[in-house]
């Protein structure tokens, strides 16, 4: 479910001077803007990270969804390629690429980020193939930017997302395996039902406890 972090980012974005938050309602062209953006409604979040790759110093964009989205990386890694801000300078368009666990980089996504003010901003999420992304289109959300990182408290949300599934999935196969005669375990009793959320609960604690490590990832 995870995309690791790779040093493959050289100095691709070493010289990109994007921007951040100065007025109530408009960006001015500084540094990044620090903090998380979350919608607490979507389990969605993601920040700006430092790294330091060699000589190279940049930025990586940090994605975490935490909706419990069994088909899709749950934190994935963008390497900022361009920052633009619009005339009336409320709105930051960052394009970015995804980068994957063996440091290939994907096709440039653009991610067009509205200010409300400092705390509140708007933000689109559109699925892609590669999963739910920041983008200029989609369902546009309110993300609040907060100080702290909310990937605990959204990965609560995750763990329970999770482990339905994984519970649902197992009791739909010890009942396959008893129908074919391969067991005589009922799915549906407290028993077989308290083993199959034991194994879950197993499985799916280090999968989240990983998810937090990753998006709260500091180089």
Aim: no cysteine; net charge positive; hydrophobic share 30%.
């Amino acid at each position: 479910m995870l995309v690791a972090l790779t040093v493959v980012l050289g100095g691709l974005v070493a010289s990109q001077q994007p921007v951040t938050a100065h007025a109530a309602t408009t960006f001015s062209s500084s540094i990044i803007p620090s903090g998380h953006f979350q919608n607490a409604a979507n389990h969605y979040a993601f920040h700006w990270q430092s790294f330091k790759a060699g000589k190279s110093k940049g930025q990586v964009l940090i994605f975490g969804n935490f909706n419990g989205d069994v088909k899709h990386p749950a934190i994935q890694f963008g390497v900022p390629t361009k920052y633009k801000l619009s005339k009336n300078r409320r709105t930051l368009t960052t394009y970015y690429r995804l980068t994957s666990a063996k440091g290939k980089l994907s096709s440039t996504y653009r991610m067009d980020l509205y200010k409300y003010s400092n705390s509140n901003y708007r933000v689109k999420l559109n699925q892609y193939k590669a999963g739910l992304l920041p983008s200029y289109k989609g369902s546009s959300y309110t993300f609040n930017l907060t100080k702290n990182s909310p990937a605990q408290a959204f990965s609560a949300f995750t763990t329970t997302q999770l482990t339905n599934y994984g519970i649902a999935q197992d009791t739909q196969s010890v009942q396959k395996q008893r129908e074919q005669g391969e067991t005589s375990a009922d799915p549906n009793s407290s028993e077989v039902q308290q083993q199959i959320r034991d194994t879950v609960t197993k499985q799916v604690t280090p999968v989240v406890s990983s998810m937090v490590e990753a998006y709260n990832t500091t180089h």
